[in-house]
């Protein structure tokens, strides 16, 4: 069976930087793609980046140019490096193996001063 950990949430101040970090464990050695998701209280989860097997990566528009998704295939993890980041980025991230219809647990990022 194939489980998702998050790690790295945090507080941070407006401006600041955060890396998530999702350890991917039971794939028996697979490469699937990953991807980061955002939810905030009342609203669906939402997809900021995505990363394929060769390492395509795509994001939502509104994490362009300050999210930088990457894979580690030898430590079977997936980051998510956060900069310059906005209070409008705060909320809970769970990482997703669509392939495996997986989850993580979240973790939550909050940005305030």
């Known amino acids: 069976q194939v489980h998702l950990v998050e790690s790295g949430g945090d507080w941070v101040q407006p401006g600041g930087s955060l890396t998530l970090s999702c350890k991917i464990s039971?794939?028996?050695?697979?490469?699937?793609?990953m991807a980061w998701y955002r939810q905030t209280p009342g609203n669906q989860r939402e997809r900021v980046a995505h990363i394929t097997a060769l390492g395509a990566k795509t994001y939502d528009d509104s994490v362009k140019g300050r999210f930088t998704i990457s894979r580690d295939d030898a430590d079977y993890t997936t980051y998510l490096q956060m900069t310059n980041l906005k209070p409008e980025d705060s909320g809970d991230y769970y990482c997703?193996?669509?392939?495996?219809?997986?989850w993580g647990q979240g973790t939550r990022v909050t940005v305030s001063s």
């Open positions: 039971g794939a028996n050695g697979g490469r699937p793609s």
């Open positions: 997703t193996a669509p392939f495996y219809q997986t």
